[in-house]
């Protein structure tokens, strides 16, 4: 079997990196969460030389200091980190955080349910679809 799917998630809020927290725990033998607090200690991590670079970072818009757009176009500006799919993940709904999201290459947008159900199922769905992408087209040399 091939070890679980790396995430990095980045939100600011500490009762949505809880919550998240605990859904993911449910999904251990899939996957291994990490999370921070902001956009700075995202791009600190990610750019750690002896750090595992994630299979996907989980990334909210709206984050005091460094906006999620800022880390994601600094992510698609940096050889290193220009590959690793980022998913936005976060409550803004507006059409032009959505558009720019894709503009900066985001790969996903995920609205953050206000339902602790709906967010399971998104977790559900958003593991079954990047462990099978994981598997079906990720070299296992990135491990």
Known sequence: MSRPLR???VDD???????AE??????A?????????SGQ???????TPESALPDVVLLDVNMPGMSGFEVLEAMKADPWLVQIP?????????????TRAYTLHASSYLI??????????QVEGFLE??????LTSWPDAVS
């Open 7 to 9: 995430l990095l998630l």
């Open 13 to 19: 809020s500490l009762m949505d990196r809880h919550l």
């Open 22 to 27: 605990e859904v993911f725990a449910e999904y």
């Open 29 to 37: 033998h899939l996957c291994e969460v990490t999370t921070v607090s």
């Open 41 to 47: 200690e995202a791009l600190r991590v990610l750019r």
């Open 86 to 98: 980022v998913v936005m993940l976060t409550t803004s709904n507006h059409d032009h955080d959505i």
């Open 112 to 121: 953050k349910s206000l339902s602790f159900q709906d967010f399971v199922a």
């Open 129 to 134: 679809f990047w462990t099978r992408a994981r």
